[in-house]
């Protein structure tokens, strides 16, 4: 396959089935640790 592709990173609360997921234009370290950063603020 050729072409770009978006990823998605997708992260669920256990406790609370709260389930939040963000766009990544690519699966480096540094976006994927940013992105976490971002998940984290959304949970209630």
Partial sequence: MAGRF?????ATDI???WIE???LL???QS???E????L???FP
């Fill in 21 to 23: 997921s963000i766009p």
């Fill in 40 to 42: 984290a603020e959304r």
């Fill in 35 to 38: 992105a976490l950063d971002q």
């Fill in 26 to 28: 690519a699966r480096e």
């Fill in 6 to 10: 978006i990823h998605s990173l997708v």
């Fill in 15 to 17: 406790s609370s089935g």
């Fill in 31 to 33: 976006l994927v640790i």
